[in-house]
C-alpha cells in the first residue's frame, strides 16, 4: 500500500482545513487508517484512527469536538476534517495504515505498517 497525504497548509487560528491522504492498492478496505503528527521538537503523536467499516473513530483528547476521521473505501481515500484549529496543532501530519490482525494498538506507531509522507498544517495566532 502507498499512501499520498495533502491539503496541508496555512490557516488562522479557528479556521479549518482538510486533509486527504490516498491509498494505492485493492486491501485498502482490509486496514484501519490513522493519522499522527509530528510538531517542531516534539515526538510523533497519535491524533485520529477509524476501522475498515467506519464504525469504530478514535481521537486524542486534544482534538476530541474538532477533528473529525472518516474514509471512503470506493475512493480509497481517508479524510481528516480539521475545524477550530489551534496554533498548537502546527505540524506535519501523517497518515499510514495498519493491519488490525496485529496486536499493537491502534493508537500506537507500531500498529501501523505502511505510512505516508506527511503534509505540513501550520496554524498562526
Known amino acids: 500500500v502507498q499512501l499520498q497525504a495533502s491539503g496541508g497548509g496555512l490557516v488562522q487560528a479557528r479556521g479549518s482545513l482538510r486533509l486527504s491522504c490516498a491509498a494505492s492498492?485493492?486491501?485498502?478496505?482490509?486496514?484501519?487508517m490513522g493519522w499522527f503528527r509530528r510538531a517542531p521538537g516534539k515526538e510523533r503523536e497519535f491524533v485520529a484512527a477509524?476501522?475498515?467499516?467506519?464504525?469504530?473513530?478514535y481521537y486524542v483528547d486534544s482534538v476530541k469536538g474538532r477533528f473529525t476521521i472518516s474514509r471512503d473505501n470506493a475512493k480509497n481515500t481517508v479524510y481528516l476534517q480539521m475545524n477550530s484549529l489551534k496554533p498548537e496543532d502546527t505540524a506535519v501530519y501523517y497518515c499510514?495504515?495498519?493491519?488490525?490482525?496485529?496486536?499493537?494498538?491502534?493508537?500506537?506507531?507500531?500498529?501501523?505498517?505502511?505510512w505516508g509522507q506527511g503534509t505540513l498544517v501550520t496554524v498562526s495566532s
Open positions: 477509524i476501522n475498515w467499516n467506519s464504525i469504530s473513530t
Open positions: 499510514a495504515a495498519g493491519d488490525p490482525t496485529k496486536v499493537y494498538s491502534i493508537y500506537s506507531p507500531l500498529g501501523y505498517d505502511y
Open positions: 492498492g485493492r486491501t485498502f478496505s482490509s486496514y484501519h
